[in-house]
Each structure stands twice: as structure tokens, then as C-alpha cells.
């Protein structure tokens, strides 16, 4: 992970949620800097964990906009699709299609943006199955993966791996799902990935292979994993297509922007995310 480079909307940040220990005071405070409506989203969460990574997902897209955008806290106004996709409703048309994702699960909250291309992230946690094995754990996904993806699950060497491959998958399909804006019916099953030692990824819908997509997967430390997928505007679902102002774009200039290599993810600070 790096510090943050200047220049540029796209960003790939985390917030490490374990460093993170506010008081109530202190959580209240940080709340107090977003909208009525995200601040009553988060108090519906019972545990705190849930609360912190819920306030600390609404805090990045805020700060990552502030920052970006230049457009002051009070002013920024995101809602979601019917779906939950996040949206910037008052962004500058010169950003044509600027867009976001966030992700949380385990120690990290994270989120990623794109000014041309569609972006999804996703983030899992490796975490061991409680109380079955790792085979029955893995039987209740059956119907998530492809056939051609469950044999390289099942060519692993040994649980941990078997897990890690398992787990891969998942995040990359995810990540997908939520480039385009899919709610949670999107058939998982319909997206196959292919790849060379984790490098190289590609994807087939439906069977057929998409060129216009582009994957990266990332190894955050031993326990979590990340992966970005970036797409193509007219991929979108149709409520989330519809907060997009550029959804034809030229080929060239869309492929060039697909091809930007990824980078590292820079860490953030709470303290960072408030600062207006």
C-alpha cells in the first residue's frame, strides 16, 4: 500500500477499521458530517463493529468526493439505486461518468472510482468455516460457481488453498455484480473466470467472453483479499445507467482508460476522511 499520488479521480482507498477505536463522542462527531439519511442508516446496525464500518463507507465516498471533486461536504449529495448502488446525484458534467463503489468485510473498508469506466470492489475476509468442514462449507455455493471454476477450486492443495481459490472467485464475481449495479438476484453462476496464475483475468457472461472488462486482484494482508473489476458504461443496469450522463463513449478513448494498470491501495486515516 502507498501513499496517495495527486492528481487523477481515480483513487483506491482503505481504512484499516480495527485502528479505529472512537469514543461516542468522537463517533458522533465524525457522523455529524454527513446527511440525516445516511446518519439513520447507520444507527439501524445493532453492534458497533457494523456501525463503524457502515459510518466509515459513508465517510469515504464523502471525502473521496470532497477531494476529487472539490465539491464541500454539505453540498455533495449521493443516494442509492433501487439496487444499493451508490450514486453522486450533483457531480460536474465534465466528469462524465464518474463513479464509485465501496466495500467492507473483516478489517478494511475500502472504495475505488472512475471517471470513464464502471467500478466495482469488493473486499472478503479468508476466514475458516465454524462448527464444518471445508467441503460442506463450500457445498453451500454449489450453485455460485461454474463447473470449470469448481475444478480449479477442487485442484488445490489442501483446505486453506482450497479456501483462498474459493474465496478469490467470489470476490471477483462481486465485484462485477457491483460494477453494474446488479442487486443481489444477478445470477452469480452466469459469470465465468479465467486467468493465468491469477493474472490475466477474464470473464465470460453467458458463456461468451467479454472484452470489455478488465480484473485485478489484490492480497491486503494473509486474512483479506480485494479485487476491482472495470467495465463498460453500457454493461449498467438500467437504474444505475441512468445516473451515468455518458453512457456512449468513444472506443478509444474507453480502452484507453481500461488499459490504466491498477495500483496499490493507499491507506486513510479517519482523521484524513474528516478533514473539510
Not at 465516498?61 to 465539491?71: D, E, F, N, T, W
Not at 476491482?228 to 453500457?234: D, R, T
Request: glycine share 6%.
Amino acid at each position: 500500500m502507498e501513499e496517495e499520488h495527486s492528481g487523477g479521480v481515480r483513487r483506491r482507498w482503505l481504512v484499516d477499521v480495527a485502528r479505529w477505536s472512537p469514543s461516542p463522542t468522537q463517533f458522533q462527531a465524525a457522523a455529524a458530517l454527513l446527511p440525516p439519511h445516511h446518519r439513520h442508516a447507520i444507527a439501524r446496525f445493532v453492534k458497533e463493529e457494523d456501525r463503524k464500518r457502515a459510518l466509515l463507507s459513508r465517510l469515504l465516498q464523502y471525502s473521496l468526493v470532497h477531494r476529487v471533486l472539490g465539491i464541500p461536504f454539505h453540498q455533495i449529495h449521493i443516494y442509492r439505486t433501487t439496487e444499493g448502488k451508490p450514486y453522486l446525484e450533483n457531480g460536474p458534467p465534465a466528469f462524465k461518468n464518474f463513479n464509485f463503489n465501496t466495500s467492507h468485510q473483516g478489517d478494511y473498508v475500502g472504495i475505488a472510482s472512475e471517471l470513464l469506466c464502471l467500478v466495482g470492489l469488493d473486499i472478503v475476509c479468508i476466514s475458516k468455516p465454524q462448527g464444518e468442514t471445508t467441503v460442506e462449507f463450500l457445498k453451500n455455493f454449489s450453485s455460485y460457481l461454474t463447473g470449470h471454476e469448481w475444478n480449479c477450486i477442487g485442484r488445490a492443495a489442501g483446505s486453506i488453498e482450497m479456501l483462498t481459490e474459493f474465496y478469490r472467485y467470489w470476490c471477483l464475481k462481486e465485484a462485477f455484480v457491483k460494477a453494474v449495479g446488479a442487486g443481489v438476484g444477478f445470477g452469480l453462476h452466469r459469470l465465468e473466470f479465467h486467468h493465468v496464475e491469477w493474472s490475466n483475468i477474464s470473464v465470460y457472461i453467458d458463456g461468451i467472453e467479454s472484452r470489455k472488462w478488465r480484473f485485478c486482484l489484490f492480497k491486503l494482508d494473509e486474512m483479506h483479499l480485494a479485487s476491482i473489476a472495470k467495465g463498460h458504461p453500457e454493461d449498467a443496469i438500467h437504474s444505475f445507467k441512468t445516473t451515468l450522463s455518458n453512457v456512449v463513449v468513444e472506443e478509444e478513448e474507453f480502452y484507453a482508460a481500461l488499459e490504466i494498470p491498477e495500483e496499490t491501495f493507499t491507506l486513510q486515516t479517519v482523521e484524513q476522511l474528516t478533514q473539510l
